[in-house]
């Protein structure tokens, strides 16, 4: 038996619009900015057209001014309050997420200990990942999992030191990020006595203003360009990192970072591929055939598991589930340090 805990998230009301009609008003606005429709952005709402017009007009008696721009012929679009609207929600969401994120894996672990157990369980520690947030409610029928954010090296001591079962980390193809990740590996893992599993791949890139102009690294040193770095560290200082490069940069505040292409695509901002990090999980040789690993395995082998993770924008989860060595990381920074020492 396995408890899940599911937050909702409802910042926008007025006296005139109730905290329900909000949220949905949001959505609908969102839908017509992707569909450049009312009627497409209603059926993906599963409302109807008649509805989606009378909650337009609840906004726009509620805020004053309409949230979406309606033209014969040219289909609808969201007006500057509509598009500042949902760049208020993405930035709130952003900033709460993880943090709902790591507060339902606490409660839940909480309650697990309190529940007769009837399944395997695994306590996994690792850097913040979008795809790894779901394995806990995907596994949730054939294994009780305890999901811990921490940042990359002290996921991997905790393996080493006994204190997980699974350590997730990801390895880049740029240094310095890929050089610090083979010395942490090199620290912590013993080859004799851990291996890995392939969890994903995901783009890593400059994430930038439409307006910047921003096309290579080459940009950032123009006069007047901005540059946020991501947060470093582990817990709570690496869980949003990305994400709030991303919204920092769609709030105005900087020009260009470094983070994800799916939260560029989130933020709707500009990507330029510079890497790719594959994804691992490390765990002990002595448990790799154990009952808890292989449920584990079966999960990310399965079609939901690839469905989920091809929602996300840049991920890449074809060797999900597959064992490898611990050298399958390490040769991943060699490989790239031979083709620039031969470039």
Known sequence: MAVHVDFSLSWLASSRLPPAHAGTLLRLVDAVAKSGSLKQAAQALGVSYRYAWGLLGEGAGAFGAPLVELERGRGARPTALGEKLLWADRLIRSALDPHFVQLRHEVEAGLAKALPRSLPRLVIHASHDLALAELPALCGEHLDVELVFRGADECLAALANGKCDVAGFHVADALPRAAAAAAALGHWLDPRKHCLIHFIAREQGLIAAPDSHIRSVHDLTRPGVRFINRQSGGG?????????????????????????????????????????????????????????????????????????????????????????????????????NARRSTA
């Open 236 to 336: 709570a200082a690496r869980k949003s990192g990305d994400d709030s490069v991303a919204a920092a940069v769609a709030g105005g505040h900087a020009h260009a970072g470094f983070g994800l292409r799916a939260d560029a695509t989130r933020f709707r901002l500009d990507f330029v591929p510079l890497a790719v990090e594959r994804y691992f999980l490390a765990i002990p040789r002595s448990s790799a055939r154990g009952g808890a690993v292989q449920a584990l395995v079966n999960v990310l082998k399965g079609r939901e598991f690839a469905r989920r993770v091809a929602r996300l924008p840049g991920y890449d989860a074809t060797k999900a589930g597959v064992r490898a060595e611990l050298q399958a990381a390490l040769n991943w920074v060699s490989r790239r």
